[in-house]
Structures are given as C-alpha cells and as structure tokens.
C-alpha cells in the first residue's frame, strides 16, 4: 500500500556534494517522521537524520554540519543534501517512514529499498 522509494545516490568524490531523495506514495494520510539510515558493509545500520512533520531534526554526531534533511509534506518526500562527502560516509542509505497513517486506518512503519552512495577518488 505504502511504497518509499530513494533516489540520487551514485558515486561522488571526496570533498563533493551529493542530494538524495525519498517519495513515499500510497493512500498516506500523514506521516509522522521520516528519516535516513545507512548501512556500510560488515556494519549496523545507523541512523544519519531524521525530520518530523513539524520540522523538528536530529542529526548523527558524525554528519552533523555536513549533511541537512529536509521535507516537504505535501509531496511527502524528504531529501538530504550531503556536502563535505568522506570515504567513510560510503554506504547503502535507506529512507524511513515512521508512523505512517493510511486511508485505511492503519499506522506502519515503513523502509525504502536502499539508494548506494560510494564517495571514492
């Protein structure tokens, strides 16, 4: 019913800018938060950023002041502009919906499938 689906992700060197977004289509009344993870080989998936409806944000400690999500509830999208890239922010980064309320009354969370972000000389 809900559907999330990434994209911008690519390759980009060190140093570069990068802008990824996020659509979340279906029969959406309203989505609480929604946000970016990402998840590098061998490693957890982490949280980068997270936005409510009300444009509150927080960011992880280690993109803080190089990253910023962004959302606009009419078209229920989030982006996140990604400046200053380091080899180290290279990863699978996943969007999220959290409290996802449908026309058929029911509130899920939801994933994206992944857009690959690789930040390499």
């Known amino acids: 019913q809900v559907q999330l689906v990434e994209s911008g992700g690519g390759l980009v060197q060190p140093g570069g800018s990068l802008r990824i977004s996020c659509v979340a289509s279906?029969?959406?009344?309203?989505?609480?938060?929604m946000g970016w993870y990402r998840q590098a080989p061998g490693k957890q998936r982490e949280l980068v950023a997270g936005i409510t409806s009300g444009g509150s944000t927080n960011y992880a400690d280690s993109v803080k002041g190089r990253f910023t999500i962004s959302r606009d509830n009419a078209k229920n999208t989030v982006y996140l502009q990604m400046n200053s890239l380091k080899p180290e922010d290279t990863a699978v980064y996943y969007c999220?919906?959290?409290?996802?309320?449908?026309?058929?009354?029911?509130?899920?969370?939801?994933w994206g499938q992944g857009t690959q972000v690789t930040v390499s000389s």
């Open positions: 999220s919906a959290d409290h996802v309320v449908t026309a058929f009354r029911e509130t899920k969370d939801y």
């Open positions: 279906g029969s959406i009344i309203s989505i609480y938060a």
